[in-house]
């Protein structure tokens, strides 16, 4: 028997230099238990111990009594770095509402960059305000000699968004390849003010155009209206009889509609746009013979019935009736010119997002067929699809356009 205690003994006093040397020293290649963040009472659980569920836990016995103090500490710290390093693993699609959570963002202010403002932006914004809506591609086609490459303009701009001169306009229900619309700010407008006070028509202007919402239809009939008014004047600016003195694209505004009285009713009109040509007869006696014709641009979306259609080319005839002659006596007498009579043109261009162009074209004359001579000479038709196939040659001088009066399919150049 005391054979068999002094073993015991012995075996007990090897374990406990074991368990105390394993608190300080390590063995090379090998991490111990501690090191791994495991805790004291991980380390001395039953689960732990199953081969050995006699063995003494390390630390229990030191110099002889029983201390906590030092595994008590040693847990503390082990939990630490445990509840730091450890990562949330999700694997239940039900625990997923766990990573649906924001991460906080901070708000990062970028370096303030100086720009300087070159010679050329007052005109790129004022072409900017004159047309409403413009894309990058539709800038450097008005200015070519400034932008050789889109790259170089869409650069530009973006400059002028930075300035606050521009803004850009949120456009939903797009493909991602839909190009940055801009428009004028306020900051924009008074900046135009500065650079041209002796112009009338910004110095009056208003910064209230902006809407609330931008529908996918309106954006794309705005760059529509843009990009005739676009082709329009440099077709006009390729001929030498004609000029052209008068561009509204604002019609919208309650100053500028074409009001008419019909039957004890105020009516008004709203144009998407207007042009103002001077012809002048270079063969006549007399050199300086010049006359003037109003047009009145109409973008067709295809989104309008067909009996609001006809509706709308009835009230320009009323129009022409009451009260045309007197809006364009005020207009001429503007530009230093008397007239005899009432001369205007109606252009409407078909567009349909079906691809669908000529179906639309054959309702729009068949709604303006219905009107007198007098009226259905001065109308013309043609669809966006015979413009993107002559553009950017001078449209107004292409066999594309279909005058009303006239009862064949044949087109005919508009001058």
């Known amino acids: ?54 063995e003494p836990t390390p630390n229990s016995y030191r110099n002889g009594y029983h201390d906590n103090s030092s595994n008590k500490q040693l847990t503390a710290q082990t939990t630490r770095v445990t509840t730091t390093n450890r990562k949330a693993v999700v694997h239940s699609a039900w625990q997923l509402r766990e990573l649906l959570r924001p991460l906080p963002q901070r708000r990062v202010t970028p370096p303030a960059r100086r720009f300087v403002e070159l010679p050329h932006y ?5 072409f900017v305000w004159h047309h409403r809506y413009a894309t990058s591609w539709q800038v450097q086609q008005r200015f070519p000699a400034i932008y050789g490459s889109d790259r170089t303009c869409r650069y530009q701009l973006q400059r002028l968004v930075a300035f606050g001169y521009l803004g850009t306009v949120p456009v939903s229900a797009t493909s991602p390849n839909f190009p940055t619309v801009f428009y004028t ?45 676009l082709a329009f004047k440099q077709s006009i600016e390729a001929s030498a009889n004609h000029e ?38 270079h063969g006549s006696v007399d050199a300086a013979t010049s006359s003037f014709l109003m047009h009145f641009i109409e973008i067709d979306n295809g989104s309008m019935s067909v009996a609001r259609l006809k509706n709308k080319i009835q009230n320009y005839r009323l129009w022409s009736d009451v009260a045309a002659r007197d809006y364009l006596g005020d207009l001429y007498q503007r530009h230093d010119r008397k007239y005899s009579r009432p001369s205007f043109r109606l252009l409407i261009v078909a567009h349909t997002n079906t691809d ?48 009303v009066e006239n009862t064949s399919d044949a087109n005919r150049p508009l001058f």
């Open 1 to 54: 028997m005391e054979q068999l205690e002094n073993s015991n003994r012995t075996e007990r006093q090897r374990r406990r230099a074991l368990s105390e040397n394993s608190e300080t020293s390590t063995t090379h290649g090998f991490s111990h238990s501690h090191s791994l963040g495991l805790a004291g009472s991980e380390i001395s659980s039953p689960k732990n111990r199953e081969s050995c569920p006699n």
């Open 356 to 403: 669908n162009d000529e179906h639309r074209l054959n309702q729009i004359h068949n709604a303006a067929a219905i009107l007198p001579r007098r009226l259905a000479k001065n109308v013309w038709l043609t669809s966006a699809d015979l413009l993107v196939k002559q553009m950017p040659a001078a449209i107004l001088r292409m066999p594309i356009w279909r005058r």
């Open 244 to 281: 052209l003195v008068f561009h509204e694209r604002r019609f919208f505004r309650r100053d500028r509609q074409l009001r008419f009285i019909d039957r004890g009713v105020n009516r008004s009109l709203t144009p998407d746009s207007g042009h103002l040509v001077r012809i002048t007869d």
């Open 122 to 126: 007052p005109n790129i914004v004022k």
């Open 185 to 229: 700010t306020r900051k924009g407008l008074a900046y135009l003010r500065s650079s041209f006070p002796t112009e009338n028509e910004i110095q009056y202007a208003v910064a209230t155009e902006r809407f609330r919402a931008y529908s996918r239809d309106f954006i794309q009939h705005e760059l529509l209206t843009t990009e005739f008014d």
